[in-house]
């Protein structure tokens, strides 16, 4: 079993920056290749970015390629999501996901996921 937390989720002006953090619990997190979504009311949740249990292989939602990065600590059993020139439609829930893999996988499927956070807000400003 693993439990994620997010973090570090606010409001923030349009062209800004703002890095949030998910930080898993147990000692397998260096199994998982981790994902981040995002979900506004109404709408499905969609895809942003994902890295490999490693950290050496990354793969982002064309919506956010350039702007967003996804990293990883596996010492410190935490994924970021470092977002820059935010806008107004990136604002959403972000959702981080953990998926169990025995190689350099990674992937962008939401039902391939296997445990999720509770997300925290992004809010950005026009």
């Known amino acids: 079993q693993v439990q994620l937390v997010e973090s570090g989720g606010g409001l923030v002006q349009g062209g800004g920056s703002l890095r949030i953090s998910c930080t898993a619990s147990?000692?397998?997190?260096?199994?998982?290749?981790m994902g981040w979504f995002r979900q506004v009311p109404g709408k499905e949740r969609e895809f942003v970015a994902t890295?490999?249990?490693?950290?050496?292989?990354?793969y982002y939602a064309d919506s956010v390629k350039g702007r967003f990065t996804i990293s990883r600590d596996n010492a410190k059993n935490t994924v970021y999501l470092q977002m820059n020139s935010l806008k107004p439609e990136d604002t959403a829930v972000y959702y981080c996901?953990?998926?169990?893999?025995?190689?350099?996988?990674?992937?962008?499927?939401?039902?391939?996921?296997?445990?999720w956070g509770q997300g925290t807000q992004v809010t950005v400003s026009s």
């Open positions: 996901a953990a998926k169990y893999t025995s190689n350099n996988y990674y992937t962008e499927v939401e039902r391939e996921y296997d445990y």
């Open positions: 147990g000692r397998t997190f260096s199994s998982y290749a």
């Open positions: 890295i490999s249990r490693g950290g050496s292989r990354t």
